[in-house]
């Protein structure tokens, strides 16, 4: 484990050059900009960063991690050697899941939601079977017409 060096600091500005323009925040991982035997996490805020540095020193995974400076985007990043990837994405994963939040916060109106969709879902399939069979009679009309 080592703390910020003036040599993670110009990477964190390097990566976060990168993040403006590129990022889609589809996953929260990229290659190392200059060691391509590394990978680098990003995490936005503090809770998940500090889960993710406890559970990296409970698997005595070694890694890097470079805080934020208080004038700067909140980010923080930690190098993982790409050879421990399997292990990390894991432990990226358990972090998530502990601080994963619902789409819908209140659980009345998630329940709406699926309600609303199954009745969407029945209505379409009975006009589906209600249409073919208006279809159906339709053609054995036009099949048995002189």
């Known amino acids: 484990m080592a703390q910020s060096t003036p040599?993670?600091?110009?990477?964190?500005?390097?990566?976060?050059?990168?993040?403006?323009?590129?990022?889609?925040?589809?996953?929260?991982?990229?290659?190392?900009?200059?060691?391509?035997?590394?990978i680098v996490y990003r995490f936005k805020d503090k809770q998940r960063a500090d889960t993710f540095e406890a559970l990296l020193i409970a698997e005595k995974l070694w890694f890097e991690r470079s805080d934020p400076d208080h004038d700067e985007?909140?980010?923080?990043?930690?190098?993982?050697?790409?050879?421990?990837?399997?292990?990390?994405?894991?432990?990226?994963?358990?972090?998530?899941?502990?601080?994963?939040?619902?789409?819908?916060?209140?659980?009345?109106?998630?329940?709406?939601?699926?309600?609303?969709?199954l009745a969407l879902i029945v209505i379409g399939s009975v006009s589906y079977c209600k249409s073919r069979s208006v279809l159906q009679a339709k053609t054995t009309r036009l099949q048995t017409a002189p």
């Open 7 to 38: 040599k993670t600091d110009r990477i964190r500005d390097y990566m976060e050059a990168g993040l403006e323009h590129f990022d889609m925040g589809l996953v929260n991982y990229r290659q190392h900009p200059t060691n391509v035997n590394y």
């Open 73 to 117: 985007k909140e980010v923080y990043m930690f190098a993982i050697e790409k050879k421990y990837f399997k292990k990390s994405q894991k432990l990226n994963f358990l972090t998530e899941s502990k601080h994963k939040k619902f789409l819908i916060p209140s659980k009345s109106l998630r329940y709406f939601f699926v309600t609303v969709m």
